[in-house]
Nanobody, 115 residues
Framework: QVQLVESGGDSVQPGGSLRLSCAAS????????MSWYRQARGKERELVAR???????NYADSVKGRFTISRDNDKNTVYLQMNSLRPEDTAVYYC?????????WGQGTQVTVSS
């Protein structure tokens, strides 16, 4: 079964850290560009971070210096390390895989940042 499964979402206080994981099954991510998106309640889904098959990364301005995307092709998993979390980071975080005309979404994991 081809799927992406996110995990690691939780409720944390401002300033805290979380690491999200996205495990792929049914296909190899090695040739795919992998991304993390997020969608806050009442807002559009937005790109948070992206890593291409060669390991180059780019980030939304709002998370630069706080979030780090990485990939482990041997484990078929992508990660998002999130530090210095802020209330405005509260959202459902989605994993996205893309390669030419093929794309896949995960089901999402909730991150809540609140005191």
């Amino acid at each position: 079964q081809v799927q992406l499964v996110e995990s690691g979402g939780d409720s944390v206080q401002p300033g805290g850290s979380l690491r999200l994981s996205c495990a792929a099954s049914g296909f190899s991510i090695s040739s795919y560009a992998m991304s993390w998106y997020r969608q806050a309640r009442g807002k559009e889904r937005e790109l948070v971070a992206r890593i291409n098959s060669g390991g180059s990364t780019n980030y939304a301005d709002s998370v630069k210096g706080r979030f780090t995307i990485s990939r482990d092709n041997d484990k078929n998993t992508v990660y998002l390390q999130m530090n210095s979390l802020r209330p405005e980071d509260t959202a459902v975080y989605y994993c996205f895989a893309s390669l030419l005309g093929t794309s896949r979404w995960g089901q999402g994991t909730q991150v809540t940042v609140s005191s």
